[in-house]
């Protein structure tokens, strides 16, 4: 029975938790500690050693982390996770965990605003030098990778042009020069789309977004995909005694998670960005709903989309759920359940226009976040991609009257009058 | 022959391993695992000719030379180096060859199952216990468990 390759909807429940040997606790108990009383000197010291597996110090792991870890990690269909503090955190530590000072990223242009600086600007500071190429034709990739480069990084879903990865077109590029592809699966979660099945070697997420599902913790978590050749030559933090932790060798040792785990002890460990135990426990709650949450996300933002492109106050739409979308097929690919719930549209009337309509809505929430049960907006111009030049919002796909939306779980004909009202003040003001 | 069954199984029946190329070096994974199998209530006998003793027991040149009987032989060795480990490991009457995590050799695991050995390839006796008796969860591992029993 236990050999039984369970669902994903039963997984989203059970991966990660089976119930306390101790108290018989059904739910995730959260485990609010800092540390954990060690057996005797010689089992402390075997656990500092890595010899033995349990828990020393939050900071580096914590049983309700654990499951919160252990659920995405089956989720995503991943060897093993790590929980950090943000999605900004797993992304950066996703990197740090095989690159150094003189390496090179290869960087989809089409990211996140704050990813975008993340690799701008920190990673420069740290010698890390990215190119950032246009993600559409996958040969771009290929085109800028030097011997110095040691991993790709793309979204399946990139925030907000919404355009949609030939995640594995690119993870044949990755695989032919010897680096691992990392993916950001935020807008997709591992409900609509695995990039590890297509080719992908490490998965990171925003859990911020759709696996809290109810915005209220902040995190992150990364996927060791564990089908990455580490001892290709490129990777000698992966292969050697490592420094950091008494000449371990990472991948000889813990193998197909070795990533993993080296980025636990030598990453997290020491640069701290550690997640809280209680936003665990939310994280692993969201996780039990995420498939309901996400059909239903999916389906409001695909009526959404399909009213806001027949409204005379709409200039365009860009939603790869609907048919006249470029990355229609992609997502059809990739995401066959659905095409996600965050998408892009433009008012006419341009950037005066849609900021009356920001200002105008009554249910849709303005703030900068998405995945939320609440429908949310925003202007990316002026928030999320503020930091970036004009020229480099237009290569994001942010243009000065580009409103996003994050679709919530509220009753749809509520949110298409919401917007429908909105939209016809907008107009009046441009009169 | 790898199923999570299987190896459950043969982790709770099997309580003495001989480590075939155990290190006396403590930062091997070698030594990892047979100190933690040790610390985990099963009898270790290393096998390497390069020593006297390792983790307080008595380290033997070969399998052959063992005098006591031996439920699982651990091989921590190059794969090419597994047929001559294994032929020994049937002809001591060992029920388990187990072979570590990247070492595996088809022909031989075909000759030990046909000798009524029972194979395991690619895997980690360390990590296969961590997973199914407790620990490894905490490290964000996936362990393939799934049940609602305590």
Known sequence: MSDRKFGFDTQCIHAGQSPDPNTGSRAVPIHQTTAYVFDSADHAASLFNLEAFGNIYTRIMNPTSGVFEERMAALEGGTAALALGSGMAAQMTSILTIMQTGHELVSSSTLYGGTYTQFDVNLREMGINVTFVDPNDPENFRKAITDKTRALYAETVSNPLGNVLDIEAVAKVAQEAGIPLIIDNTFATPYLCRPIEHGANIVVNSATKFICGHGTSIGGVLVDGGNFPWDNGKFPCMTEPSKGYHGIKFYETFGNFGYAIRARVEILRTHGQALSPFNSFLFTQGLETLNLRMDRHCSSALEIAKFLNDHPAVEWVNFAGLPDSPYHELSKKYMPKGAGSIFTFGVKGGIEAGRTLINSVELFSHLVNVGDAKSLIAHPASTTHRQLNEEEQMSAGVTPETVRISVGLETLEDLIWDLDQALAKSQKAKA | ?150
């Open chain 2, 1 to 150: 022959m790898q199923s999570t069954d299987t190896i459950k199984r043969i982790l709770k029946e099997y309580k003495t391993i001989a480590v075939v190329g155990l290190s006396g070096n403590w930062n091997r994974p070698s030594h990892f695992a047979a100190k933690y199998m040790k610390a985990h209530g099963y009898k270790i006998i290393p096998v390497n000719p390069g020593y006297e003793e390792i983790l307080g027991e008595k380290c033997y040149p070969s399998l052959l030379e063992i005098p006591e009987p031996v439920d699982i032989v651990d091989i921590f060795r190059r794969s090419r180096d597994v047929p001559p480990i294994v032929d020994d490991a049937i002809e001591i009457g060992a029920k388990v060859v187990w072979m570590q995590l990247t070492v595996e050799h088809e022909e031989a695991a075909q000759k030990a199952r046909e000798a009524g050995l029972e194979v395991v390839m690619d895997r980690c006796v360390k990590i296969e216990h961590g997973r199914f008796f407790g620990g490894i969860n905490f490290l964000g591992v996936n362990r393939g468990v799934i049940t609602s029993k305590k």
